[in-house]
């Protein structure tokens, strides 16, 4: 597609329930990002991969959050046992080469996944 | 641990007048640094970005920004502001030597445009 979709763009989650929150990033784009928006702040980093590797997963705020990238494109947020503290905009971005955000290339944010936990 | 601020956290300009949002980082070595705007709704889109070289870099829709260095800011800046410019703004830094994923955003600027 022309650029990064992400889908639900809006969920609504009972506490405990799991959820999961896909990211299609720009077709041939190496570099992939996650990133968590809370209401009135700024996004804070989740994780990054680059093709299917996930080499950076230091902002996971817990082992409740997992993140892949199986075959290098597609790649899904998985959040199990959602809690108040979880509602927030998720933010999935894409860049074409490896490097991340140094490789100097732009990196594409898509419009988020809102997600409310009751 | 790097940081960044962005001191004002709304500012509202008449049309037409210039525009100034402030950015402060904190961070030894020289960073790498961007701007994005917000509109509502909307994903992250890239205004500009200073990797190295000049200090003064001109980005899309007529903004532009500037390093300093003894300052640790890089303020965003447009001459003339349109109404279409409202949105929200961020700052943001990514350091040398870390992780290749980890942009660190400032709480941003919400900028309100009257007529």
């Known amino acids: 597609g022309a650029g990064v979709s992400q889908s639900p763009r809006y969920k609504v989650a009972k506490r405990g329930q799991d959820v999961a929150l896909r990211c299609d990033p720009i077709?041939?784009?190496?570099?992939l990002f996650w990133y968590q928006q809370a209401l009135g702040q700024g996004p804070e980093f989740l994780t990054y991969f680059q093709n299917e590797a996930q080499l950076d997963k230091s902002g996971l705020p817990s082992d409740r959050f997992f993140a892949e990238r199986p075959e290098g494109s597609v790649s899904t947020l998985k959040i199990q046992r959602t809690q108040q503290e979880d509602s927030a905009v998720y933010l999935c971005a894409s860049s074409l080469e490896t490097g991340g955000i140094y490789s100097g290339n732009t990196i594409y944010f898509g419009e988020g996944s809102w997600l409310t936990v009751v | 641990a790097q940081s960044v601020t962005q001191p004002d956290i709304h500012i509202t300009v008449s049309e037409g007048a210039s525009l100034e949002l402030r950015c402060n980082y904190s961070y030894g070595a020289t960073p790498y640094l961007f701007w994005y705007v917000q509109s509502p709704g909307q994903g992250l889109q890239l205004l500009l970005k200073?990797?190295?070289?000049?200090?003064l870099v001109q980005g899309i829709k007529g903004f532009e920004a500037e390093f300093k260095r003894s300052q640790s800011s890089f303020n965003l800046r447009k001459p003339s502001v349109h109404w279409s410019d409202a949105a929200e703004y961020f700052c943001a830094v990514g350091t040398y030597g870390g992780s290749q994923g980890n942009l660190i955003f400032g709480k941003g600027t919400k900028l309100s445009v009257k007529p």
């Open positions: 077709s041939g784009h190496v570099s």
């Open positions: 200073y990797f190295s070289g000049d200090t």
